[in-house]
């Protein structure tokens, strides 16, 4: 089993660098103690909002280091963007691009993921590519292939490999406590349509990670993990729940280790 990966995406929370660090503290703390850095075969992403990326005490071994969102161009006169540059510069390693979201609530269409996608590679940073549908199954699939043809537009093969594509059913995210969660079945479809959709556009042999995002938690993780054989999954809300979170790595870390 390829190690998995487990994104945490803080989206606009905590409100403030105090609480920001005691979360960080209380997740960093229990991953250590139930799972040590040496033999741990999971790989965590924490994704917390801008004002925290540059904060020393995120910048651990233990944890790579992600952002939420990112500008595509280097520098200039582009009010309240941030740069992958900037990005690079203060140690961050991935960039989630395209959550819906941003695509939803800031108005982000495929043109401006692409130029995300390109600006973010150019920097060498690893992109973290979101696509989704509102719409259930095979009604959705137009959507996402859509999605991921724009995305990818002007993209060579040796490009993709290093992204990490998360299907998102946006009917699943943050729904109450996980009342609609996307089953493992609808997950490993998802996961497919992707995998299709990219042999499609380059050719079969490209190997990438896909991983899941809506309403994980650590009691639906193994599912998503173990039975619908996702290389990872993508967390909001129970990324904030220190326990849960917790929970869910170390289960996924075991899960690594036994199969
Ligand atoms: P959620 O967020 O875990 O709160 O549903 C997941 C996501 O944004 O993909």
Request: with cysteine; aromatic share 8%.
């Amino acid at each position: 089993m390829k190690k998995p990966f487990i994104v945490a995406n803080w989206k606009c929370n905590p409100t403030t660098l105090v609480e920001a660090k005691k979360l960080f503290n209380s997740i960093a703390k229990g991953i250590k103690n139930a799972c040590s850095e040496q033999d741990r075969r999971v790989e965590v992403v924490i994704c917390p909002p801008f004002p925290y990326l540059s904060c020393s005490m995120f910048h651990v071994s233990c944890f790579k280091l992600g952002s939420q969102d990112c500008f595509w161009e280097e520098k200039g006169a582009f009010t309240g963007e941030v740069s992958p540059r900037m990005l690079k510069d203060i140690g961050v390693e991935y960039v989630i691009i395209g959550h819906s979201e941003r695509r939803r609530y800031l108005g982000e269409t495929d043109e401006m993921v692409n130029k995300k996608l390109r600006a973010v590679l150019a920097a060498g940073l690893n992109p973290i590519l979101c696509v989704g549908s509102m719409k259930k199954e095979k009604e959705g699939d137009f959507e996402i292939k859509s999605q991921l043809k724009k995305a990818l537009l002007g993209m060579k093969k040796t490009d993709i490999k290093n992204i990490v594509f998360v299907y998102e059913p946006i009917w699943a995210i943050s729904t109450t406590k996980g009342s609609v969660v996307a089953t493992p079945e609808n997950t490993r479809r998802g996961a497919t349509l992707i995998k299709e959709t990219l042999a499609e556009l380059f050719d079969k042999s490209v190997k990438v990670k896909v991983i899941y995002g809506g309403s994980v938690d650590s009691a639906n993780i193994q599912g998503f993990i173990k039975d619908a054989n996702m290389d990872g999954v993508l967390i909001g809300a129970a990324s904030l729940r220190p326990d849960d979170f917790i929970a869910a790595v170390k289960r996924v870390d075991f899960i690594s280790k036994t199969c």
